[in-house]
């Protein structure tokens, strides 16, 4: 793991859970976390979960589609979030509880690191959806 | 928790240039009590009615989400056939939970989510709308009593409404069943009856005691207890559950 996988899981697994519509252990496994870096393919500002999709470059340079779940749009967007603030095309840093079914690329996003850098909270129903400013190491 | 999220919210607000009241959202609440530098003041004292009675109005969020009621209640007195249900839901990670599906979730759980519900009090009815899964509640407060008898049973049972001096007291039976009260999996049954108690102790803040009374899954009744911070300068949001729902495909014990 790098620093950056350590200090996210350090985060997300001191703070408390958060929310969901759902049962988040009845699909995911909060102990079971990657990193993933891709680019946006599709966006899904939908109710009860906003979704995102990602291809990503595995090591021998095949691309994989990865299905990305976050938080409620409501809840989302009162904490500043957008339909349009992520956009097809964007890279994004983003890491996710796995789910339990491994034949599924799809992961319970905890925060998203934006291009820029902006790191923002995605909402995660899982143990430790609540990401504090810290996910770029040395930033407040 | 509440600071993580707010820091989170921070992180975001500062990081994301807000557009102007888009939709309802940041819009100034009118008519609320503000501190000098344009905050709410949730310490205000609670406002009343024309006809005198304390007024509930407003949109309100659970200070503390709960998805499970352990975390909220100290002991919870399951009966054999209670204990039996929720074991089995615990065995199999709530992968059953019909609120995973869209449908109904308890009131409990309802009350304790990351989004708010409305008050609207008015003369005979006071309506409870809950932003999750956008969903309405009438509690009826004509002088009416509960029916006597229950031919159709109702996820969200039949409720009527009066005042215990500043104390709003809803009653409500005749739940179908079928709702379970949090994401953990406790049970309920057609037996039950729910007393809510709400106390608006101030402008910003009101507690609730919720009571379950429900003999088949409990074996005495036992009580929710949690306060609820108004919420100002935003209003309900459109929450179609059915729109994407993805998850229950990939529930796996």
């Excluded at chain 1, 946006?40 to 691309?63: A, C, L, R, S, Y």
């Excluded at chain 1, 964007?90 to 996003?109: E, P, W």
């Excluded at chain 2, 509690?139 to 008898?149: A, F, I, N, S, Y």
Aim: hydrophobic residues 40%.
């Amino acid at each position: 793991m790098d620093k950056l996988l350590s200090a996210l899981v350090a985060v997300a697994l001191s703070t408390a859970v958060v929310a969901g519509h759902h049962s988040f252990a009845a699909e995911y496994n909060a102990n079971d976390q990657v990193t993933l870096v891709g680019t946006i393919t599709k966006v899904e500002w939908t109710n009860p979960h906003t979704w995102f999709f990602i291809d990503v470059k595995g090591p021998e340079g095949q691309v994989v589609n990865w299905a990305i779940e976050g938080g409620a749009p409501t809840v989302l967007y009162r904490e500043g979030w957008k339909p349009t603030s992520l956009k097809v095309g964007d890279q994004v840093t983003v890491t996710i509880a796995l789910a339990k079914d491994k034949s599924r690329k799809q992961g319970n996003a905890y925060l998203v690191k934006l291009p820029d850098g902006r790191c923002v909270f995605a909402g995660s129903s899982g143990p430790g959806g609540a990401a504090t400013d810290n996910c770029t190491p040395g930033r407040r | 928790m509440r600071r993580a999220i707010g820091l989170a919210a921070l992180t975001l607000l500062s990081a994301i240039p807000l557009g102007v009241a888009a939709q309802w959202q940041g819009y100034p609440t009118p008519r609320i009590p503000r501190t000098a530098d344009g905050k709410v003041n949730l310490s205000a004292p609670a406002p009343k009615t024309a006809d005198g009675q304390p007024d509930l109005n407003g949109l309100w969020l659970a200070s503390r989400a709960v998805f499970d009621l352990r975390l909220a209640v100290k002991e919870i007195p399951l009966s054999p056939e209670g204990k039996r249900i929720f074991d089995e839901r615990q065995a199999t990670q709530s992968k059953d939970d019909p609120s995973a599906r869209c449908l109904p979730t308890g009131l409990p759980v309802r009350a304790l989510l990351r989004t708010p519900f409305k008050i609207v009090q008015g003369p005979g009815t006071t309506a409870i709308l809950y932003e999750s899964s956008t969903r309405f509640r009438q509690v009826l407060t004509d002088g009416r009593p509960l029916p006597k008898e229950i031919d159709w049973p109702a996820w969200q049972g039949f409720s009527i409404g009066r005042w215990d001096t500043d104390t709003f007291v809803i009653t409500t039976s005749g739940f179908n069943g079928k709702a379970w009260l949090d994401q953990a999996g406790h049970p309920s049954s057609d037996a039950m009856t729910i007393t809510e108690r709400f106390r608006r102790r101030d402008f910003g803040h009101m507690d609730m005691e919720m009571i379950i009374d429900d003999r088949k899954m409990y074996t005495r009744p036992w009580s929710i207890n949690a306060e609820f911070i108004l919420q100002a300068d935003t209003e309900l949001l459109e929450f179609i559950c059915e729109e994407n729902e993805r998850d229950s495909a990939g529930f796996r014990r």
